[in-house]
């Protein structure tokens, strides 16, 4: 039947509508990662600029990311050094640092860093507006080398290429410890303050790992308490005809409507007296008692069984506790795997929760840690921002590629998406 | 009572034991403390102190509990009102036999599982006025964006929309319901002579109307409860103005900046009570216009 109608359910102008509504629902995420893959010069620009863009010079044959050029502060001089760690390779310095045919240089022996002075030959003056390409990129250096090289505009070359290093140096910038806070920024970024030398890693106990495994941790034990603790209380919602079940039942859903804002004031009571604050115990043991929305699910499910399976059971002698065990469990298989990644959802995205009752950062969650280093940034560096940001989501999109199925059936017949 | 029920009694506890325990700690142990310290000056470092009606009669002068209940109703009437004409409309759209819909779907979906802590990282940095990429795309048509979170008038506004960009969660639901509805319907509609709104309106609407009902109020409760995208765009005052100061964002800081645990636990029984009030109008409401048999 030809229908004018666009929304007639073969009609493939419904594909015009579509497109647009995809592209604007994709925007965020693409920015998200493309963004994630820009070098931070690019960052920022207006207007903004899409496809990552890395800046090169070559050097005795080898195409060597930099920063692009960007006027020198005030007047350079240009001298190659005769002596030192790398005599015959040209240096830009301060006039200060050059006098009567040496300059001064910072070389980090073991852990400290010391000046010498080295001959070195003047080659010309730079004035302060010249171009200049700052910064190797990180991996290249070693910590010994000058860092500010002198360069003609016209020797630097653009390609289109995504810079990867940014989840490295996202991770590292999310290895923030107590004693981080007081340090300078351009340092917790793992970029020297001093041009000639890097630092040598501080000793941290805190890492992006530490956050990860504490999310992970909290996730298992939740996922594991509330799939063991949902079906038990379920199956006696449900398989056990009891006095008092109905009430039961009734009271769960009524619980349903109560959000976690209105108890956080007496749970953070709670967990006080028990002496939880701080620990990652608030955050999973409440999931081995069971949870009102993953209960009422799994009664459904299980009502759906029919009655006559436990009948038979009974009669070959098999306990209540056999029943549940080996004939509801494994026939609840779907659902369970429902409750589980939702649970796992609702961890992984968790952050009001971690936000009360963690204080120390070594127990803190990968949500948590991201907003702290957000607002130790407060709106800068947002390639490393997004950086991490990225790594936050990808598990959980890898994981809906996995388990599409189950994301879809779950949200579609219980009417809510794991919030 | 006979053996047979004695022993299901038993293990009809014993099953639901844990159930028993976690909703006596965890759910009416608190509300019923939270109710008592709502009646208490408490600081949680000493002990309460019993004050009568004084937090309410406070907070009912508290200029901040207004503006943070105003701004959460705006944001949940907002959020919810348009995330449902957006969920509705792609279902709509994707309920279709053309090619490519799985697609489609997954395109509008991936965004509903973004966690809020980087989904608002994101947003804040699409939303820069000077360098955010919607400024910068509107300047591109010739529209001079406002400053969006660091305007007050645009804040709120703001955080609606990036509400609306997770409706792919909603439009799933309403598909499947969708689907369910019996084609034998549309084609007697089709055969009466209905054109595509009568359809839409008598037809899909009514057939997918508990769906909407469950979807809305579960997306109202969640509405009131907005905290982290505030919390990580505007900070915790709920700047500009503090125009995105959403209901949970005040609790928390009277309770975990202030320490006035006893006047955000009467803030938590007032939500609490907006929140019975709502569903059991949502309810009443549905009552009239939700179509339950098939």
């Known amino acids: 039947m030809a229908s004018p109608n666009p929304l007639n359910r073969t009609n493939p102008l419904i594909h015009l509508p579509l497109i647009l509504l995809a592209v604007l629902f ?46 020198v502060g005030s007047e350079k001089v ?13 240096v830009l310095v301060d006039p200060a640092d050059y006098q009567d045919g040496t300059i001064k240089v910072s070389v980090q022996v073991a852990d400290r860093v010391e000046e010498q002075r080295v001959p070195a030959a003047l080659q010309q003056k730079v004035p302060g507006n010249f171009v200049i390409v700052k910064e190797w990129f990180l991996s290249k250096y070693t910590p010994h080398e000058a860092r500010i090289f002198y360069v003609e505009p016209g020797d630097v070359h653009v390609k289109i290429k995504p810079l990867f290093g940014n989840f490295p140096e996202a991770i590292r910038a999310l290895t923030a410890s107590e004693k981080d806070k007081a340090r300078p920024l351009s340092e917790l970024l793992g970029k020297s303050t001093f041009p000639w030398t890097r630092k040598g890693d501080h000793t941290k106990t805190i890492t992006f790992l530490t956050y990860l495994s ?4 909290v996730a298992i034990l939740s996922v594991l308490g509330t799939v063991a603790s949902s079906s038990m209380v379920a199956y006696g919602l449900s398989r056990i005809e009891w006095k008092g079940r109905k009430t039961l039942f009734n009271i769960t859903l009524a619980t349903m409507m109560v959000p976690f804002p209105v108890l956080m004031v007496p749970l953070y009571g709670v967990f006080r007296s028990l002496g939880w604050i701080g620990t990652l115990l608030p955050l999973w043991v409440p999931a081995f008692f ?127 998406g794991g919030r | ?29 608190p509300l019923v403390a939270a109710f008592y310290y709502s009646l208490c000056d408490y600081s949680v470092l000493l002990p309460p102190v019993f004050i009568g009606l004084d937090n309410y009669v406070d907070l009912m002068k508290d200029p901040l509990f207004w503006k943070s209940l105003y701004n959460t109703a705006y944001f949940a009437v907002g959020s919810v009102g348009l995330g449902v004409i957006m969920s509705l409309t792609l279902a709509l759209f994707l309920n279709s036999k053309v090619k490519g819909i799985a697609l489609y779907r997954t395109l509008f979906f991936l965004p509903s599982l973004m966690p809020v802590v980087a989904g608002s990282l994101l947003w804040l940095w699409m939303y820069n006025g000077e360098s955010g990429i919607i400024n910068n795309g509107l300047r591109a048509i010739g529209i001079h964006g406002p400053a969006w979170l660091a305007d007050p008038a645009w804040a709120k506004t703001a955080i609606v929309i990036m509400a609306v960009w997770g409706a792919g969660n909603a439009m799933v639901i309403y598909l499947a319901g969708l689907q369910d509805v019996p084609t034998s319907l549309y084609e007697a509609a089709l055969i009466d002579g209905a054109g595509f709104f009568q359809r839409l309106f008598n037809v899909t609407i009514p057939m997918i109307s508990p769906v909407i009902y469950f ?18 765009m505007t900070g915790s005052t709920g700047a500009p103005e503090r125009s995105t100061l959403f209901y949970v964002l005040n609790l928390y800081n009277v309770g975990f900046q202030d320490l006035r645990m006893g006047y955000a636990s009467a803030m938590a029984w007032v939500l609490f009570v907006i929140i019975l009030v709502l569903t059991f109008a949502a309810t009443k409401l549905s009552q009239r216009w939700v179509t339950y048999d098939r």
């Open chain 1, 26 to 71: 994709s925007i965020p995420l693409i920015w998200l990662i493309l963004t994630s893959l820009q070098p931070r010069e690019q960052v920022g620009k207006i207007p903004p600029e899409w496809l990552p863009r890395q800046h090169y010079i070559t050097l005795q044959g080898e195409n060597i990311p930099v920063t692009p050029p960007a006027p």
């Open chain 1, 78 to 90: 240009l001298v190659v050094p005769s002596g030192g760690e790398h005599p015959g390779k040209p």
């Open chain 1, 214 to 217: 504490n999310t992970l941790l």
């Open chain 1, 290 to 416: 069971g949870g009102a929305f993953n209960i009422f699910l799994l009664r459904q499910f299980f009502l759906t069984i029919p009655g006559e399976l436990s009948d038979a059971a009974r009669i070959d002698g098999c306990n209540e506790f056999g029943i549940f065990w080996r004939i509801i469990l494994p026939l609840a298989r779907p659902s369970l795997s429902v409750v589980a990644l939702f649970q796992f959802l609702a961890v992984w995205n968790d952050f009001l929760g971690p936000l009360i009752y963690l204080t120390e950062p070594d127990t803190f969650t990968m949500a948590l840690g991201l907003q702290q280093y957000q607002s130790q940034l407060g709106g800068s560096e947002w390639h490393l921002m997004m950086g991490a940001s990225v790594l936050l989501v990808l598990p959980i999109i890898v994981l809906f590629f996995f388990a599409q199925k189950t994301f879809i059936q779950g949200i579609s017949t219980t009417g809510m």
């Open chain 2, 1 to 29: 009572m006979t053996s047979l029920e004695r022993s299901n009694l038993r293990n009809g506890l014993m099953f639901c034991a844990p159930w028993l325990i976690g909703l006596t700690v965890f759910l009416i142990y």
């Open chain 2, 215 to 232: 979807n809305v109020v579960m997306s109202i409760i969640g509405g009131f409860q907005a905290f982290t995208q505030a919390f990580i």
